[in-house]
């Protein structure tokens, strides 16, 4: 598992995201409103609005606040809200490369905000193009380790299109294309294999090890990224070990 995957799960497991749901809240709403603007209000119809959907459910989101933020997708019922899609790229302390997926309804102060935080917290903004090539997108469904059997995993997930089922230390671990994603999803629920976490992702293609001087900055760079309102998703290809990350949030 990557770092930045590691330390996410620890903060869903120590509960900082519920500290933080109306921030998150909004995040979900704004990524459902593209969604159904890009590709309309069904999510039957509509693939990136049912993940979307399906990630804001994952959170415990009302469905009022999901039906809202459709509406305002598709214009029904108020003016269609209209946000713009960047992709920034930069480092982190390390060398570690960072990805930054953004939604913003003003380009100038995202980039400006992006900037400051990765300035402030021991980082540099790249250029585009800079480390985009280090990540490929897959999507990865997260299994819980003794809610499924190895091999029914294994036979299902790749008898429906899975790349890879990888063994970690407390899940196991689905990879697939994006095109796959959704086929592999549906044939692991079918089969009464309950997943912890399914989404589609960039996936680094190596990784670089950190130590816990380096892992706390690295982490207080990722933390202010995702705390702005107009940050969907932060991606990097640095991994922590289990001794190291026992440290940093000891």
Excluded at 42 to 60: F, G, I, R, S, Y
Excluded at 221 to 227: H, K, M, P, R, V
């Amino acid at each position: 598992m990557s770092g930045h995957s590691k330390w996410s799960t620890i903060k869903r497991k120590k509960g900082a995201a519920d500290a933080k749901r109306g921030a998150l809240f909004g995040k979900l709403s704004k990524a459902i409103t593209v969604a159904a603007r890009e590709g309309g209000g069904d999510p039957e119809m509509n693939p990136a609005l049912h993940l979307a959907v399906q990630k804001a459910k994952n959170a415990n989101m009302p469905n009022d606040n999901i039906q809202r933020a459709i509406d305002k997708g598709t214009g029904a019922g108020s003016d269609a809200e209209t946000y713009e899609r960047i992709t920034y790229e930069g480092y982190a302390p390390g060398g570690v490369a960072v990805l930054v997926d953004v939604l913003t309804d003003n380009r100038n102060r995202a980039a400006s905000d992006v900037r400051y935080v990765f300035s402030k917290n021991g980082g540099k903004l790249g250029t585009t193009g800079s480390v985009a090539y280090l990540f490929e997108r897959k999507g990865v469904i997260l299994v819980p380790k003794g809610s499924a059997d190895e091999d029914e995993l294994m036979e299902v997930a790749l008898e429906s299109g899975a790349e890879d089922v990888v063994e970690q230390e407390n899940d196991y671990r689905v990879v697939t294309t994006p095109e796959d994603f959704s086929a592999v999803r549906e044939a692991i629920g079918e089969a009464d294999i309950p997943y912890e976490n399914a989404e589609i992702t960039m996936e680094p293609q190596n990784s670089i090890d950190l130590d816990a001087g380096t892992a706390r900055q690295t982490l207080r760079l990722i933390d202010a990224l995702e705390e702005n309102d107009d940050v969907q998703e932060v991606y990097a290809n640095f991994d922590i070990s289990e001794e190291v990350m026992a440290e940093v949030v000891s």
